[in-house]
């Protein structure tokens, strides 16, 4: 094979990867609505005060939204980066989408039980998984980053590559917040979740060149 | 980066948002179908007046799939014209891809209780909610065609992008209209739905030189 | 715009068109699962016969997978076809992936109904609908293949052209018998259009060269 | 039609069917999540016991993801290597697709019935399942490497065509394994089946040159 063909063909297998990431994630956002659930009330007098009821389910529905699309959006920054693919990457990325594929259960568990019983529960499940997606990105971003394996289209000390790195940083310590936030006030912690992907959504102060 | 590079870059950062967003579409106006539901009729002697009994989910599922399919076309046409995307483009797309996944709940709603009580009251959170869909597709919209952003191909005065602006002029004012009349009759609140979006699938005028 | 530019654009469309199909398409046939439903049985002891008893949903996933997937080969042939899309083909694109959508609700229908008082209304509907996604395909094909628009990458009396209009001139006819047969053998009917997919599926005599 | 117009509308094909074939696998892999149920607990201080209590869920939505993760990633490795496609190809890759969104189907047996008394037959019906996709597998792997059909970019003796022929050896032997342990173990044949798409998720030993 040419060197031409070579790169045409590296180029295709991170284009592919992208797609079937991109699937993934515009599925997993998508049957979020699922769990947005006709009311059956008997009368439908009640609607209006059942569909009020249930304001746990559309703020859990927002939230996981963002969560999601921000997850999107990261992942489509990191992959503008990435050069060429490896086994690696693929297995990391895989484990990044298993993480994004399960937010729809602690969503519906949030909607089902906070306000409840068991609110503080499905609280710590959602935080927590939370901080189980940021740390599979982590591990996704560090990979990728990593000076001797050279994935990247940039220099590992790149401006572009620092300013991601600097977001990231605190992560985790952000996210282990909303965690034991989740034992005192789930609503607040589901709350914190919703302005932690707000603040990732924001691109790094320094962008990387386009 | 070489300048050839960079435009290459580009192209592909618009082709994954296009191509996330068709995911969304497609996934949204495929999970309609789920809410057309096989009546559990004891005995199956009575199938035929339990389908034609459920005919509003029809209604609404014909209506919400116009309306998705209808504002797919329109991302469609909107992209045709736009030559690179910047971050406030990206969180602008996600909010309309916001509205357009949670189209399936407002659709389920109509289909449970229109002709009962709670009728008014699902019709009103649907054309309220294609109000909401409209406005979000204004916004990204205008953000685009933005003289200073340079976002899209052709000047701002082209005659593609001002026949694009006449044509919208008036959706807030049409789906106005719809939710108004969901207080007076919820059936021709929707039907004027489904007339709206059957009106802008209709190219607009001077359509962009293709 | 060069022409270059053009003729690149107008790629980029169809190729767009053909993604948003691709899409429904994927996810049509996805959903059939979700009609695959897990017996509860009081005892586990009972599910051997419990998933026996269920057999009308396996003959129904299976025939309606075959009708989606085949839908989607002839699709896949049509658009290798097509060279330039235009407003109309465009909505009839949109009318082929409405009928391609539905198809879970009378497979759904088709498995609960089928071998009880309400199958031959079920099996009525199903090939009825098949009928109905047929025409919408002759719609389609015959729109792109008008010699006045000069859609195709061929001329209008190439042997691919040809050979394809040969194959669906039948079509009607072989639906319209599986509808009628479901008045008489619901099961019969359901396996005609098995056969029928299967007959699709096969390539047309004189291929388009490739 | 020039040669090399013939050449890019082939490369347009097999990147078509890995578009949809991607759409496939990204949905399947994404609705297994819908099989993880939020319990319905008499008293939400219960929710933590039930949580508990629904493991299997956890392990078989586990074992699906890494089985379905997997054949993507072998299918994509498998169309690295193919050149052009035919009719037959498209027709088992549709086979091969079939297997692979039924999984939602065993999976849900599995999470609902083992530990309970129809445990074992659900673990044969997934085991046996599992035998079925890696023959459907084998079977799109033969085709498109045999000499004759010349679908591959390498010659059929080339070692990235011999080290996969050479994982795959043993396939059906390992899965047959798994389905007679379903009837002793329902549990270590579940194990099983995660360990093996674990296994055939590392990259042949003489992997394809890149």
């Known amino acids: 094979m040419s060197d031409a063909n070579l790169s045409s063909q590296t180029e295709k297998e991170t284009g592919r990867i992208e797609a079937f990431s991109d699937g993934v994630y515009a599925i997993a956002?998508?049957?979020?609505?699922?769990?947005?659930?006709?009311?059956?009330?008997p009368s439908g007098a009640l609607l209006r005060s059942a569909l009020v009821e249930q304001w746990p389910s559309y703020v859990a529905f927002l939230v996981s939204f963002l969560t999601i699309g921000i997850m999107w959006i990261n992942h489509h920054r990191l992959f503008t980066?990435?050069?060429?693919?490896?086994?690696?990457?693929?297995?990391?990325?895989?484990?990044?989408?298993l993480t994004v594929t399960v937010v729809p259960f602690p969503t519906a568990l949030v909607a089902a039980y906070i306000g409840h019983d068991g609110g503080r529960l499905a609280a710590a499940i959602y935080t927590g998984w939370s901080l189980v997606i940021g740390a599979a990105y982590n591990l996704l971003?560090?990979?990728?980053?990593?000076?001797?394996?050279?994935?990247?289209?940039?220099?590992?000390?790149?401006?572009?590559?620092?300013?991601?790195?600097?977001?990231?940083?605190?992560?985790?310590?952000?996210?282990?917040?909303?965690?034991?936030?989740a034992f005192v006030s789930p609503e607040l912690a589901i709350g914190l979740c919703g302005a932690l992907a707000i603040y990732y959504a924001i691109p790094p102060k320094a962008p990387p060149k386009r």
């Not at 956002?29 to 009330?41: D, G, R, W």
């Not at 086994?87 to 989408?97: E, H, I, K, S, Y």
């Not at 001797?148 to 620092?162: E, G, Q």
Request: proline residues 8%.
């Open 81 to 97: 980066l990435i050069r060429r693919s490896d086994d690696g990457l693929l297995v990391l990325n895989g484990l990044q989408l």
């Open 141 to 181: 971003w560090r990979y990728a980053a990593s000076p001797s394996r050279r994935l990247l289209r940039v220099p590992p000390d790149d401006p572009s590559v620092l300013s991601i790195q600097a977001q990231y940083r605190f992560g985790p310590l952000f996210y282990g917040v909303a965690f034991a936030l």
């Open 29 to 41: 956002i998508t049957l979020l609505v699922l769990e947005l659930k006709v009311p059956h009330s």
